[in-house]
C-alpha cells in the first residue's frame, strides 16, 4: 500500500524561528510532492510543490526532496503565529491522483 | 488556478437522510476527486468522476453509498445517503491543475454532521 508518514506534531517553535516539517513515502514511483497548509475549518491549500531532488524557495518557505531516501521536507523560516495550521504532505501516484499524508500540527508561539 | 465553488458549506442531517454536495468548477476539467475528512484525520479519497462514464471508487467506498454524478466538465455531485453519525466528516471536491503538475485545487468543502 502506498503511504504518506508524517509526525503528527504538535510542532511548537516560537515566533521568528525555523520550523521544520517532514514527511516520507513509500512509493518510488511517485515523481512530483506537494505541501499543503489547511487551517483549522478551512480547506487544504497549496503551499510548495517540488519534484527534483534538492531544494526549492519560495519566500520564507523552502521544499527538499531526496527521491534516494524518499523523504520530502518543508522548511518555514522566520515562523509567525499566522504560519500555525496542519501541513500536509502528498505524493503523486498513478492516475494523477494524490496520496495525503496525516498531517503535522504547527503551533508558531508568540 | 480553477475557482470551486462547493455548497453547501455545512449541514446537520437526520439519521438515515441523504445530502447531495454540490461542485462547481470555474473552467473545464478532466477529473474531479472528492475526499473525506474525518475529524483529526488527514483526506482519503472517495472517488474520482470523470465526465461521461461511471465514477471509479476507492476501496472502502460504494455506490450505493456515495452515488456521484458528472453531468458536464464543469459541475459534480457527490450524494452521501442513509446516512449515520459516522458520516460526519469534511468533504471535499478537489481537481487536477496543470497537468498534476500543479496539484490539487479544493472546494472550500462541506461540514456534515449527522445527528
Known amino acids: 500500500q502506498k503511504e504518506v508518514e508524517q509526525n503528527s506534531g504538535p510542532l511548537s517553535v516560537p515566533e521568528g524561528a525555523i520550523a521544520s516539517l517532514n514527511c516520507t513515502y513509500s512509493?518510488?514511483?511517485?515523481?512530483?510532492f506537494f505541501w499543503y497548509r489547511q487551517y483549522s475549518g478551512k480547506s487544504p491549500e497549496l503551499i510548495m510543490s517540488i519534484y527534483s531532488n534538492g531544494d526549492k524557495e519560495d519566500g520564507r518557505f523552502t521544499a527538499q526532496l531526496n527521491k534516494a531516501s524518499q523523504y520530502v521536507s518543508l522548511l518555514i523560516r522566520d515562523s509567525q503565529p499566522s504560519d500555525s495550521a496542519t501541513y500536509l504532505c502528498?505524493?503523486?501516484?498513478?492516475?494523477?491522483?494524490?496520496?495525503f499524508g496525516g498531517g503535522t500540527r504547527l503551533m508558531v508561539k508568540p | 488556478s480553477a475557482v470551486i465553488s462547493q455548497k453547501p458549506s455545512r449541514d446537520i442531517c437526520q439519521r438515515g437522510t441523504s445530502l447531495t454536495i454540490q461542485c462547481q468548477v470555474d473552467s473545464q476539467v478532466t477529473m474531479m476527486f472528492w475526499y473525506r475528512q474525518q475529524p483529526g484525520q488527514s483526506l482519503t479519497l472517495i472517488a474520482t468522476?470523470?465526465?461521461?462514464?461511471?465514477?471509479?471508487?476507492e476501496s472502502g467506498f460504494v455506490i450505493d453509498k456515495f452515488p456521484i454524478s458528472r453531468p458536464n466538465l464543469t459541475f459534480s455531485t457527490l450524494t452521501v445517503s442513509n446516512m449515520s453519525p459516522e458520516d460526519s466528516s469534511i468533504y471535499l471536491c478537489?481537481?487536477?491543475?496543470?497537468?498534476?503538475?500543479?496539484?490539487?485545487?479544493f472546494g472550500s468543502g462541506t461540514r456534515l454532521t449527522v445527528v
Open positions: 512509493d518510488r514511483v511517485s515523481q512530483s
Open positions: 478537489s481537481v487536477l491543475e496543470g497537468g498534476g503538475k500543479n496539484g490539487y485545487t
Open positions: 468522476a470523470n465526465q461521461g462514464s461511471e465514477a471509479t471508487y
Open positions: 502528498a505524493a503523486d501516484n498513478a492516475g494523477n491522483m494524490l496520496t
